[in-house]
């Protein structure tokens, strides 16, 4: 995989998008600063220097939904590497549909973008932002929403953009090739063995409704499965509270 490494960029994931025509090869970006950084659903997200920013764009195979699965890929990946980063004394979890949580709070999100072309997928950026250093405050995330944690706060370790790709970008590479080679289910399983809450009542929230019940699964794609009072629902996208 390629690597480009930038002192400024309004945001990596758009410019994964500039460079994706051009691209010949999966090619990670790292910015040391971004000036519009963004999460889910248009939300600002803090950018401090010193914390990491970075986007892999590639041109996966296959429908939206397969491209969808990168977000396990990338949170099982990014688990590993911060896992081998602080050591056996931090405790690692991954909430759906694309946040990593650090002894309970959180300290990376996820953010997927994609361009189609016909039925498929023209390119897939996977934008990640690791607290290395400083947390937004606790007031700025709405509520319910899972506290801000940096891996310094919560593990002392100093750990710097560079040193966590050098750990991510293997890392996604082997989780890449498993579900190229055996497909979502061997992920399935992995990212289930570290979810959080998993057995336990959550919110959902999706565009038009919120969505109280236990946290029973995923399934074969992805998509949440609680158990509601009203019975098993299935929910492809949403935001998740508890």
Same mark, same amino acid.
């Given at each position: ?11 990596? %994931? ?12 999966? &090619? ?22 010193? %914390? ?9 195979? /296959? ?26 004394? +931090?405790?690692?979890s991954l909430k759906w549909? %694309? ?13 997927l973008e994609s361009a ?21 405050? +606790? ?13 310094? /706060? ?67 794609? /992805? ?10 629902? &299935? ?8």
């Amino acid at each position: 995989m390629a690597r480009h490494v930038l002192a400024e960029v309004d945001s990596t %994931n758009s410019e994964a998008a500039r460079l994706a025509p051009r691209l010949t090869q999966p &090619t990670w970006i790292l910015a040391r600063r971004q000036t519009a950084a963004r999460g889910r659903r248009g939300r600002a997200w803090a950018a401090p220097e010193g %914390n990491f920013f970075a986007t892999l764009v590639m041109r996966p195979s /296959g429908d939206p939904v397969a491209a969808a699965q990168r977000s396990f890929v990338a949170a099982l990946a990014l688990a590993e590497a911060l896992g081998a980063a602080v050591g056996p004394g +931090a405790a690692l979890s991954l909430k759906w549909p %694309n946040d990593v949580l650090l002894n309970g709070g959180k300290v990376a999100g996820i953010l997927l973008e994609s361009a189609g072309k016909g039925a498929g997928v023209s390119h897939l950026a996977i934008g990640i932002g690791v607290n290395l250093i400083a947390a937004p405050p +606790a007031e700025a995330v709405e509520p319910g929403a899972a506290r801000p944690v940096s891996v310094m /706060g919560e593990t002392g370790v100093r750990l710097a953009p560079e040193t966590l790709l050098d750990l991510l970008a293997p890392a996604f590479a082997r989780w890449e090739a498993q579900l190229s080679t055996w497909g979502f289910a061997p992920l399935r399983t992995a990212w289930l063995a570290r979810a959080a809450r998993l057995g336990q009542p959550i919110t959902a929230r999706t565009m038009t409704e919120t969505i109280e019940g236990t946290f029973e699964t995923i399934d074969e794609a /992805g998509a949440l499965v609680l158990r509601t009072a009203a019975g098993p629902r &299935t929910i492809p996208a949403a935001d998740v509270y508890f």
